[in-house]
């Protein structure tokens, strides 16, 4: 649940608590919207945004993830399965400690950025290589490494 609260946190850090408070109303409303333990409003009306109702929810839904009391992880964990759902698929692979596929697919991103930045002449070409670069650096320091070779083959610790 730590990870989860961390995670979200980064991401309002990023895009807003807004546009985070907003993805997770969708997913919560989505899955079927209130509860017993939790309970937001609308975030619209007919197609037309209710912008009351959204900054309520952002309110409500920061002070439950930074709140310690039982009745705030009671409401968080309510909300769990629409905060795993409204996560970017990057961010929610770090949670599901999915390590490799999540590291993988920060390089594929990092390399595809270096491809467009030579296609176009980018001026910040070093710095496309230098993420991809930091990224694949990244999947070898985790996997394992060989610590002697023999007859029988490779050793790993």
Request: charged share 25%; aromatic share 8%.
């Amino acid at each position: 649940m730590e990870r989860l609260k961390a995670e979200i946190e980064q991401w309002a850090i990023e895009l807003g608590q807004e546009h985070v408070a907003i993805e997770i109303c969708k997913q919560f409303f989505i899955m079927g919207g209130n509860g017993a333990a939790v309970r937001l409003s609308q975030i619209e009306n007919n197609g037309i945004a209710d912008w009351r109702a959204i900054n309520n929810n952002r309110q409500q839904i920061f002070r439950w993830l930074r709140g310690d009391s039982k009745a705030a992880k009671r409401k968080i964990q309510a909300l769990e399965p629409a905060m795993l759902e409204a996560l970017p698929v990057e961010r929610r692979a770090r949670i599901d400690s999915d390590t490799m596929n999540y590291l993988l697919s920060v390089f594929l991103r990092n390399a595809s950025s270096v491809l467009i930045a030579v296609l176009l002449n980018d001026r910040d070409i070093g710095k496309h290589i230098q993420a991809a670069h930091v990224s694949l650096d990244a999947i070898f320091n985790s996997t394992p490494k060989p610590i002697s070779h023999d007859a029988s083959g490779w050793r790993f610790r």
